[in-house]
């Protein structure tokens, strides 16, 4: 009993490796023999098993789809701020086109006319709402003086009352201090066309016995010495013969839009229509076949 107690150590030992080589010799010797130990721990662990895949299947799909979504939200931001910046590129070239319209039109007028002119913008117009006047980016270091004629490819602006060296003040034909000498087209009838102090026009001073009628074109006689004969003012809207005395007269739409209008071109001299104004007709009415002219325009 001393031997065990002293030596209970290595016995432990010795005796735990021969269990352990009797384990291993059978284990080779049946390695075709069921494991039951091994079949309940396997039972045992499946159901831990397949929770744990599930959870790691939801874990990387939830974290899938963080990613796509960080991903698309990136990609919608992107595509957002590409989609302004063709629509401000899309307006852009909107308003070029426009723009360009807008000048080829200028342009043909232009070669419609003998004569040095200036093509300008308007950058102003009058808020006071007292007066119908435009403000041009061209003055007096430009060759504009007080009193030249504002034109439009659609016909008459206005003239010129108010130089300074940069920029310039167009009195419209709608205002009422304004005043233009004008025909009636088809029958000659002379007359005055003035602006209202609501923005319309009137054809002033045409003798009772004259033939106008509503429709009638009204262009310019050109004894005014400010606008060139034969440029369209506007057509008769409506007559008034109410009244005594020897004139009647008409109300009349010009023939520009001035709330529309953005450029114009200013005389710089003397100018006259490429062809005689009775076979001339503007604005690509019929009969406009005007042969090239040589004018001098500054941009």
Known sequence: M?????????????????????????TSRAQ?????????????????????AAVGRIVAGGWRSVTELVGARAE??????????????LDRLSELDLENTRLRKLLDFRDALHGELLTARI????????????????????????????????????????????????????????????????TRARGIVQGTVDAGCVLKYVKRTEDVQVGDALVTSGLDGIFPKGLPVGHVAAIDKRGPGL????????????????EVLVTRGPVVPAEPPERYHFCG???????????????
């Open 2 to 26: 001393s031997f065990l107690r002293r030596n209970r150590v290595l016995l432990t030992s010795a005796l735990c490796l021969v269990l352990a080589a009797g384990l291993a010799l059978q």
């Open 32 to 52: 075709t023999r069921a494991d039951w130990l091994g079949r309940v721990f396997l039972e045992i662990m499946a159901p831990l098993q397949r929770s744990a």
């Open 76 to 89: 919608n931001v992107a595509l957002r701020e590409r989609t302004r910046r063709l629509e401000q590129e």
């Open 123 to 186: 950058i102003g117009r009058d808020a006071t709402g007292l007066a119908r006047t435009i403000t041009i980016d061209g003055g007096e270091a430009d060759g504009i003086v007080r009193g030249a004629a504002a034109l439009a490819p659609e016909g008459v602006v206005g003239q010129v009352f108010l130089v300074s060296r940069n920029v310039a003040r167009i009195l419209l034909i709608s205002d009422h201090n304004s005043g233009v000498d004008a025909l009636v087209q088809r």
């Open 247 to 262: 004139f009647q007269s008409a109300e009349v739409a010009p023939r520009v839009d001035f709330d529309r209008l953005e």
């Open 285 to 299: 009415n019929p009969g406009m076949a005007a042969p090239p002219a040589v004018v001098s325009v500054t941009l």
